[in-house]
């Protein structure tokens, strides 16, 4: 059962394709608007999570001089979780904060429609500090580049790194990219990534790709 917000309605003549798994999971389901194939399952993000945790370590050790930043809206589950696990690892929680990038986006003023800002929690300085930004999906690189404008009223970091579990490969309009990736997927503008984890309401971990039909 999907979770509750789940943007994609099936009717009930679709069906589940299996596809053999060979270098990931190849699993669709197909219908005459779209057709999903499933990037993580909760396994497998598991352990992709525990390998991005031991790169941060490697490079950040106990995480004395270092912060993780979830960026609004959909980073900050993806943050916890690797607060969560580093905790675990290291036997100390590393600072965590929320930074809501709405009012520094470069096309704030060109929409239409009104927008609710999220909530920024930053209680730590950032000053002299190593940023790890963490955000679900890297896109563009838009959200990146407006979250380096907006943490500055924190302070002025040492180092700046980006954390992405999901980089959707050659759809970049700013020169971004990560730092630590848990998949590479070479994604077209017909494409999506669709990402349910348990904080937002689901049963279950699942990331997907999901394809719309060209008209």
């Not at 009930?12 to 993580?40: C, D, V, W, Y």
């Amino acid at each position: 059962m999907p979770c509750s917000g789940y943007p994609i309605n099936l009717n009930t003549h679709n069906s589940l394709e299996f596809a053999p798994r060979n270098k990931g999971f190849s699993i669709f389901a197909q219908s005459s608007t779209m057709r999903k194939r499933l990037l993580f399952d909760e396994p497998l993000l598991k352990i992709t999570i525990h390998r991005l945790c031991e790169q941060l370590i490697e490079n950040h050790d106990d995480f004395s001089e270092s912060v993780l930043i979830g960026l609004q809206p959909r980073g900050i589950y993806l943050a916890e979780r690797i607060a969560n696990h580093l905790s675990t690892l290291l036997k100390k929680t590393p600072k965590l904060g929320f930074l809501d990038t709405t009012f520094y986006r470069d096309d704030f003023r060109r929409r239409n429609s009104h927008i609710e800002p999220n909530e920024t929690k930053i209680d730590f300085t950032i000053e002299n500090k190593q940023v790890i930004l963490i955000d679900d999906v890297l896109y563009t690189g838009r959200t990146v580049r407006s979250a380096m404008d907006a943490m500055i009223d924190f302070g002025r970091p040492k180092k700046v790194e980006f954390l992405a579990l999901i980089d959707r490969m050659y759809s970049r309009d700013i020169p971004v990219e990560a730092t630590y990736v848990g998949r590479k997927v070479n994604t077209t503008e017909f494409q999506k990534v669709l990402v349910e984890l348990r904080e937002q309401g689901c049963e279950e971990d699942k990331i997907w790709l999901i394809e719309k039909n060209k008209k």
